[in-house]
């Protein structure tokens, strides 16, 4: 089974600054793919950011990006420019590229990083 | 405007009752799933559901139930059965080449 390890439960960081979220992650498939989402306190789930395994460019959207080591299992986000806005718990979760098969859309969450963002 | 409606917000259940959890969506998408969320940990995957009509068990199901009699509606129920329902729950949806879509949950408290 899949399993996501984020070992960060809590991270901080100073307005306009830029910090790192950590993820790991074991499976034994070849393709699939990672996402981060964040978790407001309004508790809504909003998409951050996806990789698909496949692609060896790492992904970016404006200011979050992500370093994919593949071989490593590695996912880790970065948030530049932090805003007080970007607080929330985050979360990593990983899904097999199965179309059609049993694990079909079924995310596999990390435990979350709680982000604090200080003026 | 397309997306996920759970309902309710809030909800309340006594010992040795039933709730059933709202879960609707107009994204037409195949696929359906409900997630429980347990203070300052990830979320759990309850049930899913493919296709109408067929749905399996995900990580935590003892205690829940579900049905997929329409696309757009993939109700939970919390029977008696589980021990320790208080949590917050996310319905969410998904097809194809996108990602996940999730309802704005719904936190259940036992009282």
């Known amino acids: 089974a899949q399993t996501v390890t984020q070992s960060q439960p809590e991270m901080s960081v100073q307005e306009a600054e830029t910090v790192t979220l950590s993820c790991t992650y074991d499976?034994?498939?070849?393709?699939?793919?990672l996402f981060w989402y964040k978790q407001p306190p309004s508790r809504q789930m909003i998409l951050v950011i996806r990789?698909?395994?496949?692609?060896?460019q790492n992904a970016t959207e404006n200011r979050f990006s992500v370093n994919f080591q593949k071989a490593a299992k590695s996912f880790s986000l970065k948030i530049s420019d932090s805003q007080l806005g970007d607080a929330a718990m985050y979360f990593c979760?990983?899904?097999?590229?199965?179309?059609?098969?049993?694990?079909?859309?079924?995310?596999?969450f990390g435990q979350g990083t709680i982000l604090t963002v200080h003026p | 405007d397309g997306g996920i409606t759970q309902s309710p917000k809030y909800l309340f259940r006594k010992e040795g009752q039933n709730v059933t959890l709202s879960c609707e969506q107009n994204?037409?998408?195949?696929?359906m799933y409900w997630y429980r969320q347990d203070p300052g940990q990830g979320l759990r995957l309850i049930y899913y559901?493919?296709?109408?009509?067929?749905?399996q068990k995900g990580d935590i199901a003892e205690g829940y139930s579900v049905s997929r009699e329409k696309k757009e509606s993939f109700p939970l129920t919390v029977t008696s059965a589980q021990k320790n329902p208080t949590a917050f729950y996310l319905c969410?949806?998904?097809?194809?080449?996108?990602?996940?879509?999730f309802g704005q949950g719904t936190r259940l408290t036992v009282v």
């Open positions: 559901s493919q296709i109408v009509n067929d749905f």
């Open positions: 990789q698909e395994a496949y692609k060896q």
């Open positions: 994204l037409n998408h195949d696929a």
């Open positions: 969410a949806s998904w097809t194809l080449n996108t990602e996940a879509f």
């Open positions: 979760a990983y899904n097999t590229y199965n179309a059609g098969g049993t694990s079909y859309g079924k995310l596999t």
């Open positions: 499976t034994s498939e070849s393709d699939y793919y």
